[in-house]
C-alpha cells in the first residue's frame, strides 16, 4: 500500500467508530494510531465511558475477529494463552488455543489479575506469538491488545509493574463526553443498539498493509533529534524519579509515523511528535511527588513541561 493511501483509509474507518462513540475524536484517531505503528493501549478510565465499546467498534470497522477476557484474581496465564488437552482415543495431546489467538484482544480490567497471569500477555505483546509447554505458535497480523483498567478502585487489584506499562505504546482516556454528545448517543440507541449494526469499512488486510508502509514514512535527523531531547529531558527533569525508556524513543517515533501518515504525509512534522507526546511518554514516567516533592505532579502535566520547555527543529 502506498503511503497517501493511509489518510482515506483512516478516514473511513474515523467516521465509522464515530457512530458509535460519540464526542471522542482524538480518542479514536490515536487508538487507530497506535494500531498503525504496531502498539498496544491501555485505556485508564473509570466504567461506563465505552472502552469496550470503543475496541469492539474498531474490529468491527476492520472486518477483524475480536474476544474480550475478563481479567479476575482466579484467572490463570492458560486461561489466556491456551492449553494443551489430551485426547485418550489418540494418546495425544491437542492444543486448544486460548483467547489470546485473536486480532483484536479486549483485556478487561486488567489489574484484577495477579501478577502471574499479567506476566502472560507479556511475549503476547512483545514479540506476536505464545509458547506453551516449549512450542511456539505465532499470533495473526494485525495483533493488537486493548487493555483497560479502572484507576479510582484499587481494592482487589494488583497494580501493573512497569516492565508491563512499558509494553503499551498509548494510554488514554475516554473522560465523559460533552452534553451534546451525550445527548446523540442517547438518541442513537433504541430498539438496535449502533455497535450490532455497525458494518466494515475496509479488511484487516488493508490494515496489516496500512501498518508496513507507515514505517517508509520519513523521520529526518532533526525530528529524530527532537524525539531523543524530549526523552533526555524526560530523564533528566528534577520532578521524575524514572523516564522514558529506549523502547519508549521507539514509540515515540513510530508513534509520529502514524499519526503523519493519517494526516496525509509521508514526513514527519515536530507537531505529530507533539500530538503523539503525552499519550506515548506519561505512562512511561514515575514522578518524585510520592516522596512529597509535588504532589500535584502527574506523567501527564510534565510531559506538557517538557514540550514546552524542550525546543521544537524548524525545517
Known amino acids: 500500500m502506498q503511503i497517501q493511501m493511509i489518510a482515506p483509509l483512516a478516514a473511513r474507518v474515523e467516521q465509522n ?3 458509535v462513540i460519540f464526542g471522542k475524536e482524538k480518542q479514536i484517531r490515536l487508538m487507530l494510531t497506535a494500531l498503525l505503528a504496531g502498539g498496544h493501549v491501555l485505556l485508564d478510565d473509570i ?22 477476557i475478563q481479567f479476575t484474581p482466579d484467572l490463570l496465564p492458560n486461561d489466556i494463552t491456551g492449553i ?10 491437542t492444543f486448544r488455543p486460548g483467547p489470546i489467538f485473536s486480532n483484536i484482544v479486549i483485556a478487561d480490567e486488567l489489574n484484577r489479575a495477579t501478577p502471574r497471569t499479567q506476566s502472560a500477555l507479556l511475549e503476547c505483546m512483545g514479540e506476536r506469538q505464545v509458547t506453551v509447554d516449549g ?8 495483533f493488537f491488545v486493548v487493555a483497560t483498567q479502572n484507576p479510582l478502585e484499587s481494592q482487589g487489584t494488583f497494580p501493573l509493574p512497569e516492565a508491563q506499562i512499558d509494553r503499551f505504546l498509548m494510554r488514554l482516556s475516554l473522560g465523559y463526553p460533552e452534553r451534546e454528545s ?9 430498539a438496535v443498539s449502533p455497535l450490532a449494526s455497525l458494518g466494515a469499512v475496509c479488511t484487516k488486510a488493508e490494515i496489516t498493509e496500512a501498518a508496513a508502509a507507515v514505517r517508509q514514512v520519513v523521520v ?6 527532537y524525539v531523543l531531547d524530549l526523552v ?4 533528566a527533569n528534577a520532578r521524575v524519579r524514572l523516564g522514558v525508556s529506549p523502547r519508549g524513543a521507539l514509540a515515540l517515533m513510530n508513534a509520529a509515523q502514524a499519526y503523519a501518515a493519517i494526516e496525509g504525509r509521508d514526513f514527519v ?9 503525552v499519550p506515548v511518554m506519561a505512562h512511561r514516567i514515575i514522578s518524585r511527588s510520592q516522596n512529597a516533592i509535588r504532589l500535584t505532579d502527574t506523567g501527564e502535566s510534565i510531559v506538557e513541561l517538557i514540550l514546552d520547555t524542550v525546543p521544537a527543529p524548524i525545517e
Do not use: C, W
Not at 84 to 93: E, G, H, L
Open 17 to 19: 467508530i464515530e457512530q
Open 220 to 225: 529526518s535527523d532533526k525530528v529524530k533529534g
Open 47 to 68: 466504567p461506563g465511558t465505552g472502552k469496550t465499546t470503543l475496541a469492539r467498534a474498531l474490529a468491527r470497522s476492520i472486518s477483524a475477529e475480536a474476544k474480550r
Open 182 to 190: 451525550e445527548r446523540a448517543m442517547l438518541d442513537g440507541h433504541g
Open 135 to 142: 512450542v511456539t505458535y505465532p499470533l495473526e497480523s494485525p
Open 232 to 235: 533526555a529531558e524526560s530523564r
Open 84 to 93: 494443551n488437552v489430551y485426547d485418550p482415543r489418540s494418546q495425544t495431546f
Open 269 to 277: 512534522l515536530p507537531d505529530d511528535v507533539k500530538s503523539v507526546a
